[in-house]
């Protein structure tokens, strides 16, 4: 392969730099095409273009790979769990034992608010959006540790460690809480005894006088849930978490605004629709079957089925589904959303209109119904995704502020509004 690719512009050639990662990812370097040319390219949406160069996550949707730092999904699925997952993911090496077990036991002690933040939670309407929510409550944690969010890069890279600590531990007490202000409950203390995901479910779900006590299968589905969304490449809010640090802002200021990107329906909302999906075809009196022939005929939308990245099986689908079956088999649920989606994915992976489109289930169709099967509230749906995803975004932005040669993010833009016009003044009849 020749290590250049040649522009025609006009009767002008010019030469552009090959550049290979080392998955053999092949892009051609256009970082000086606008300084050699004076000419940019159009590509909206961002699916073409390259935005950085990253250790982090490699992804190939077309063999349905997916690794981190080298290591591939279905390997950490198995063998690791989030708190390590996160390490790798943030730092890049997966850490030694007493290395590992520092950093959990300083994750689930950091679980603890700072008394001062109690007021917030009152100050919100009962029924403000859960994820709204918790990208206020991210930036005022920031607020209430100013030593750790001073937006000057070399200190907070140099306590980089401390703010990853008290997000990753903190933000499931804010999630708990969120949801707990939601359905009119008091506050539950986070217990530093309890693991990462059994904290949260702790205080998601306890009582006063009656502590919940997750059961283990239960636990670790929720913690693979969190492992399988922890990082997954230049995705909408991953991609906004490191322009907002390419301004030079906080860990807290760019987590918040990852979590405002997540919100959004066309990103992190996808689990959330598998089940209002499964509602209404539950509310029309359907078991499914006409669903199905109502999406093979154009006029219906299968949710949780297919992936923009993935061409073929999304491979934390695969993970997911043998979790699926064990939480369900254990808790021995009947409910009926549940067996319309259990239809839905068996007609979705012997027919033959889906199999060749390669309309799989991803990884948001068995989370959602995981996390219906163990209580979550639906408006906590992408909630537990921005927990998940908090390593990645911290090491996104770790990435960012450790690059001597970084700069401002600043796309441009080809214009097609109107061309210089003549300022009409008020009253003037020319004026529209």
Not at 371 to 386: K, N, S
Request: some cysteine; glycine content about 8%; aromatic content about 8%.
């Amino acid at each position: 392969m020749e290590d250049t690719a040649t522009l025609r512009i006009g009767s002008q050639n010019y030469n552009f730099p090959v550049f290979m990662g080392t998955e053999q990812e092949i892009a051609v370097d256009l970082r000086h095409l606008r300084e050699v040319t004076g000419v940019i390219t159009l590509d909206e949406g961002y699916a073409n273009t390259g935005s950085c160069l990253s250790e982090i996550t490699f992804i190939d949707g077309e063999a349905g790979v997916l690794r981190h730092r080298g290591y591939p999904i279905e390997d950490l699925a198995a063998q690791s769990h989030f708190l390590e997952t996160a390490h790798l993911i943030m730092y890049g090496q997966l850490p030694a034992k007493a290395v590992l077990d520092r950093f959990t036991s300083r994750v689930n002690r950091s679980a603890l608010l700072n008394e001062g933040m109690q007021p917030l939670f009152a100050g919100f309407p009962s029924q403000a959006h859960p994820m709204g929510m918790l990208a206020a409550l991210v930036q005022a944690l920031g607020a209430y540790s100013p030593e750790l969010a001073t937006n000057d890069r070399k200190l907070d890279l140099a306590r980089f460690d401390e703010a990853a600590i008290l997000l990753m531990g903190t933000i499931r007490t804010l999630a708990a809480l969120v949801s707990r202000r939601r359905r009119g409950l008091p506050m539950v203390y986070p217990n530093p005894e309890l693991g990462y995901a059994e904290n949260f479910l702790h205080m998601l779900f306890s009582l006063p006088n009656d502590p919940y006590e997750p059961h283990p299968e239960v636990a670790k589905a929720l913690d693979l849930i969190f492992l399988l969304h922890a990082d997954h490449e230049q995705n909408c809010s991953t991609s906004t978490v490191r322009m907002v640090a390419s301004g030079g802002a906080n860990p807290f200021a760019c987590v918040s605004a990852g979590i405002s990107a997540l919100w959004g329906p066309l990103h992190g909302g996808a689990n959330m629709a598998v089940i209002q999906m499964l509602q209404e075809i539950h509310d029309s009196g359907d078991n499914g079957h006409l669903f199905i022939d109502a999406v093979k005929a154009g006029s219906g939308r299968l949710m949780g089925f297919g992936h923009r990245v993935y061409k073929n099986y999304d491979p934390r689908a695969t993970i997911m589904k043998a979790t699926c079956e064990r939480v369900l088999r254990l808790l021995g649920h009947s409910d009926p959303l549940l067996n319309i989606a259990s239809r839905l994915e068996e007609e979705a992976l012997r027919d033959e209109y889906f199999v060749s489109r390669k309309l799989y289930p991803n990884v948001d169709f068995y989370s959602g119904i995981i996390l219906r099967a163990i209580g979550i509230p639906l408006d906590l749906f992408t909630v537990i995704f921005a927990i998940g995803r908090t390593p990645g975004w911290l090491a996104n932005w770790r990435e960012v502020a450790m690059s001597s040669k970084g700069r401002i993010y600043r796309p441009r833009q080809i214009y097609i509004g109107p061309v210089q016009r003549e300022y009409m003044p008020l009253g003037d009849k020319s004026r529209a």
